[in-house]
């Protein structure tokens, strides 16, 4: 009896042993495919463990460093990628809109200092940038600018400009028009550029009507109802889009929701078709509507040479929405 107990107990406790073999084999198998799944995500889908956290970063962002081996992010993101700190590490919060370094150059620069009074004028500005976008190596082909003008003099100023950065910072919606527009709005401190009337600050007690010495250069904006003019200074200015093509079909809602008065655009829809870009459901219907709404539309200003930008990169350049 005591030997068929003996015996019961070495058969217990070699099933023990089996049980317990089998575990670690499993828990080793489940720990070799978690391995390869994150491997074969991290290749295909470019996200990664975030050291010390146990969390899965699906953003394909850097997390700079922190993927457990000290390894560098793709230099193609480097440029766009937020800080570490911003990642939340499975979404992000925020969107960086940047121009390229070459727009802060002199020549760039002293488009801002200039006064403009054709149409011809400041769609140069517009077909420059397109142009220097492509022989940089920075985006697409298409370049736009937000102009100021006084209304009662006609001179105009550049509020800011744009260029298309799609592919450079990962971004479909960032065409030229939406670029320009967004660096416009934050200039002027608005989510439209029409309705605003905008007078420097005055010494009250005086009320001579001259800038207060205590908020010189500082703006004061209030909303008034309907018009797409502003006072500015005392001037009655209005915002006006000029643009190397024809938008596309987001470009022109954009346009719509921005609060411009004019748009002026350079080359045609089909200039940009003939290189390989759709863009989109755009039809007179479309240019009808945003005249009905109140905003002026001037097409084919300057055209043929907006075209030879084009013409240009779909020889040498990326058709990225086909």
């Known amino acids: 009896m005591v030997r068929s107990s003996s015996s019961s107990s070495s058969t217990a406790a070699a099933g023990s042993v089996i049980a317990a073999s089998t575990a670690a084999i499993a828990a080793a198998a489940a ?25 899965v970063c699906a953003c394909a962002c850097a997390c700079a ?26 979404h992000h919060t925020s969107v960086t809109v940047t121009l390229p370094p070459w727009t802060n150059d002199d ?27 492509v022989s940089e190596g920075t985006g697409g082909p298409f370049g736009s600018a937000v102009f100021m003008r006084d ?51 005055v010494d009250v007690a005086k009320g001579d009507g001259k800038d207060d010495e205590s908020n010189s250069g500082e703006e004061k904006k209030e909303e008034v109802s309907g018009g797409g003019t ?17 938008p596309c079909a987001m470009c022109l809602g954009a346009t719509l929701w921005s609060g411009v008065s004019r748009i002026v655009c350079a080359a045609k829809k ?6 390989g870009f759709d863009e989109g459901p755009v039809f007179e219907e479309s240019y009808d509507h945003l005249r009905k709404a109140g905003v002026e539309v001037v097409r084919g200003v300057m055209r043929e040479k907006a075209a030879e930008v084009l013409a240009n990169y779909g020889r040498i350049g990326f058709i990225y929405n086909r």
């Open 31 to 55: 720990t070799a495919a978690a391995a390869i799944f994150l491997s074969v995500g991290a290749n295909l889908y470019g996200f990664r463990s975030r050291k010390g956290s146990g969390a």
């Open 65 to 90: 460093n922190d993927n457990g081996n000290g390894t560098e992010a793709p230099s193609s993101l480097s440029s766009s990628s937020p800080s570490p700190s911003s990642c939340s590490g499975h």
């Open 107 to 133: 020549t760039t620069l002293t488009y801002y200092s200039r006064t403009y009074r054709t149409d011809e004028e400041m769609m140069e500005v517009a077909i420059r940038l397109s142009a220097q976008n």
């Open 151 to 201: 209304v009662t003099t006609g001179v105009a100023t550049l509020v800011s400009v744009g260029v298309n950065r799609v592919v450079p910072l990962g971004n479909s919606t960032l065409h030229g028009e939406t670029v320009a527009i967004q660096l416009a709005q934050s200039r002027v401190g608005s989510y439209t550029l029409r309705g605003l009337t905008t007078v420097f600050a």
């Open 230 to 246: 502003q006072a500015v200074a005392g001037k009655i200015v209005q915002y006006e889009l000029f643009t190397s093509c024809e």
């Open 270 to 275: 089909d200039d940009a078709a003939a290189i």
